[in-house]
């Protein structure tokens, strides 16, 4: 973050001085998604850019010595590791300046702020906005999800149109009989990128308590607005800023500020995993099939929004080449009834909503889960609901490199080893496999699938052999012939 602005006294939320270092690394995304392969580069990238609340504290993090370059808390590289060329960036600017160059270049990208409150008479109505002239129809009942009077608190990520949303939401019991008892309102903001919303997540909240004790007073979010407004292009065409591919590949080897630990989102991932356990490898083979993901949860929402962040991230690639063919895969977060509509359109997506009655939508989703509970009504897909025995190797594996990290944390005070980089990059380096062992089989003469190129690609030739039919037709590789050894289990 850089100073606080003397435009905006009033802004005194910024918690990260300038001075500090980078903490988050923004996606290699063309259109906001973070598991998409389908840039120019071909690259995808790990996005470490929002928010997880306290209660998913893990400690503290940077990257995994099993998975990526090692480097120290100063960003420098530790003895015996070779320097990789991503490393270095243009003109040799160290990669410190360049990632702090970067985020200054992005941290100003709001392009509305607004309040929400829920009317007894009305429902969810738009309270207050700047600019006035913004689109923001709909966005009342983005900012307050269905069912949210149940919860005191909660937060919610979603999409609205091109643009990225976080909302912060309250209900506090007020001594009205006009308001029934509860005052209710949300403070959000609208970004061209949803990768460091995270950073408002401190100053919304602080602003919907404003907003529920003291009704109508503006002048905070006025002077934020105009601290942060984004500049955007007369066009219209705000495509997400991506972080250059040589910054991010060295950036993830960065320690995190510890304070930045609790409001992280990539301290999300180990949550998610524990939560799903195997049943993790299922959700990762669906997200790589870039098939539709639809996750129900009642409120609150919003660790809910993290597992459709950390869905695709399961499914992020950087060969270049791989997927110019097949669907983006787009992060929607919170949904409700007023997006069906768009959601009718999405070849490819992993969305999240609090509406029981999108169960009945069939049409709009190809796999539905329900708290732990993986289901999909598409019959080609069920198979693949399965845990194979590659599964459970691969799970193992995972869960043996994540007590070996916290061993190493616990007995040495290690805190540049992070649990969050080593899950992201553990899928990451699975895919990478993949596709390498694919376009090697694919460059030989005899471009034939066998058991032995399965398992180096880390799947069962048995379990695995739908998987990879459906992985192959997917990403074009129609050149490949599998094995007529290879059957079904």
Known sequence: MGERSDRAPLLDWEEIPSAEKPTDTDSQDRLSSPSNSLGTSGSSTPVLGWSCGPELTDGCGAPPASSINQSGADGTLCPGVEKHPSDSGPEDVPLEDRMLAWEEDEKDQIVSVFVVAFNTRTGNMLEWCLPKDMDLEGVEFKAIASGSHRVTTDFIYFRKGSYFGLACFANMAVESMAERGARMKSVGILSTSYTLLYRYMSFLEHQVRVQLQSPGHYSPLEAFFEDKRALLLPSGDNIVSVCPIHIWGASINHSMHPEMKITHPAGCMSQFIRFFGEQIMVLWKLALLRRRILIFSPPPVGVVCYRVYCCCCLANISMPGVGAAVPEFRPFFYVNVADIAALENELSYVACTTE????????????????????????????????????????????????MLLYSQEENGDCVSSEEDLFILFFLEQNNQIFQTLSEVAASPDPTLTAESMRAMGLDPHGDRLFLLHLLEIYGFDTLLVSDQLCCS
């Open 356 to 403: 029981k009655i999108f169960e009945e939508k069939r049409d709009l989703y190809d796999v539905y889960v329900d708290n732990q509970n993986v289901k999909t009504h598409r019959e080609g897909l069920k198979p693949l609901l399965r845990i194979s025995t590659a599964d459970r190797d691969k799970y193992r594996k995972l869960t043996e490199q994540r007590k």
